[in-house]
């Protein structure tokens, strides 16, 4: 596939994915990282402020992440056809997983050099309206770890074999980890060794760097 053009916030997990199943295919992309106040970019590509966005050679374009992905991995080398039809399961762990992540690694991500007063401002006022103060959320911070790492001792780490139920990694790693992978800004937060190992074998072999696109 000649080279997609992806436009993305460097913290979304959902963009997250799309670079590393673009790594792991060696799907050639061009990186344009907007802004997250930038509301008119996203609308006048697709009507609504949703990211990631991906435009087609042929000049189609998509911003649901699974159906990018699906196009992507055309000969099926992470198990992604099956993986989709059956995600119901696996999404509602994703959900679940999400949920803490978010709430803890929010108030750290604005804060990261993806953001500007502008940007950072904009970010904060809208995540609270579904989230709630920054302030308490950082307050509450020690229930959210607990949750997460309940999480992961309990449904994570009894299924690697290495990768999440398989010996060999699939498009499961890949959704796993780009919504664990935000919780490296969280100072307060440290992997276990096994989960540690794992997203970073995943990282590596999605030749993922979490802001290389912002720096670029």
């Not at 949750?147 to 074999?161: F, R």
Request: proline share 5%; with cysteine; hydrophobic share 40%.
């Amino acid at each position: 596939m000649s080279y997609i053009k992806l436009y993305q916030y460097v913290h979304c997990p959902f963009c997250v994915r799309i670079r590393m199943v673009a790594g792991f295919l060696e799907v050639p992309f061009e990186s344009t990282v907007l802004d997250y106040n930038d509301e008119n970019t996203p609308i006048e590509l697709m009507g609504v402020k949703m990211l990631p966005i991906v435009e087609y050679p042929d000049g189609e374009k998509s911003n649901e992440s699974l159906e990018i992905i699906l196009r992507l991995d055309k000969e099926n080398q992470l198990r992604t056809k099956n993986i989709v039809s059956n995600i119901a399961s696996l999404d509602l762990l994703i959900s679940r997983i999400g949920k803490e992540v978010h709430s803890l690694a929010m108030p750290y991500w604005m804060w990261t050099p993806e953001f500007n007063d502008e940007s950072r401002a904009y970010f904060q006022q809208k995540k609270e309206i579904k989230r709630g103060s920054f302030k308490e959320l950082i307050k509450n911070k020690a229930l959210f770890i607990k949750n997460l790492n309940s999480i992961l001792n309990e449904e994570i780490l009894p299924h690697l074999q290495p990768f999440y139920k398989s010996e060999t990694m699939t498009l499961q790693d890949i959704l796993l980890a780009s919504h664990l992978w935000g919780m490296y800004t969280v100072p307060e937060f440290q992997f276990s060794d096994k989960i540690h190992y794992y997203l970073q074998t995943i990282g590596e072999q999605t030749k993922f760097d979490y802001h290389r696109d912002f720096w670029n």
